[in-house]
């Protein structure tokens, strides 16, 4: 199985702040990498896909880049409502992994 | 718009087996393969598997053969889980989720609002 490990565990942000999240990826799985944001108690929500593409609906602070084995999810301007688990997922080889996820907090 | 519905939460006795459902909405159920996903706190999120919701074929993760049996009735718009043999690290949050597959990216667009199985005597 495709290991995915992702930095950091945890992470606090002050308004405004740019973050970056990355992933990595033990084999190459070209760009197929999604991210997803889940807030307390809810489920994940899709946030990008294929590496790079913005979901329909999602603010346009948050971005991914990266292909073959490195990626990473920046929030251009950490807002309140941003809170929460952020973890990517590897769509490339079955079965399918996930990262450990990264707690994002305000500070 | 597209709604995944899951049944709810599930107290069980380890040795039992529990189905839990996930009925779908919003969308042509049978254009999209369903996923299964466990979280737990301590292993976070793990993929079970997929079922072909047109054929009814399943692709089983290695670690979840012969613990998750995935069914779906088309009539009804609905998959199943279900889990066998509970044991007290079966409990979990379980996820429903659509798939995306376009023949190339795989992703889950789509995700059930969990249910909660709890294996206790």
């Known amino acids: 199985d495709i290991q995915m490990t992702q930095s950091p565990a945890s992470l606090s942000a002050s308004l405004g702040e740019t973050i970056s999240i990355e992933c990595r990826a033990s084999?190459?799985?070209?760009?197929?990498l999604a991210w997803y944001q889940q807030k307390s108690g809810k489920s994940p929500q899709l946030l990008i896909y294929?590496?790079?593409r913005l979901q329909d609906g999602v603010p346009s602070r948050f971005s991914g880049s990266g292909s073959g084995t490195q990626f990473s999810l920046k929030i251009s301007g950490m807002q309140p409502e941003d809170e929460g688990d952020y973890f990517c997922?590897?769509?490339?080889?079955?079965?399918?992994?996930f990262g450990a996820g990264t707690k994002l907090e305000l500070k | 718009q597209v709604q995944l519905q899951q049944s709810g939460a599930e107290l069980a006795k380890p040795g039992s087996s529990v189905k839990i459902s996930c009925k779908a909405s919003?969308?042509?159920?049978?254009?999209?393969?369903i996923s299964w996903i466990k979280q737990t706190t301590g292993q976070g999120l793990e993929y079970i598997g997929y079922?072909?919701?047109?054929?009814?074929?399943?692709n089983y993760n290695e670690k979840f053969k012969g613990k998750a049996t995935l069914t779906v009735d088309k009539s009804s718009s609905t998959a199943f889980m279900q889990l066998s043999s509970l044991t007290p690290d079966d409990s979990a949050v379980y996820y429903c989720?659509?798939?995306?597959?376009?023949?190339?990216?795989?992703?889950?667009?789509?995700w059930g609002p969990g249910t909660m199985v709890t294996v206790s005597s």
């Open positions: 989720a659509r798939d995306y597959y376009d023949g190339y990216y795989w992703y889950f667009d789509f």
């Open positions: 294929a590496a790079n």
């Open positions: 997922l590897q769509g490339s080889n079955f079965p399918y992994t």
């Open positions: 084999e190459d799985v070209y760009s197929n």
């Open positions: 079922i072909n919701t047109g054929s009814g074929g399943t």
């Open positions: 919003g969308y042509t159920f049978t254009s999209y393969y």
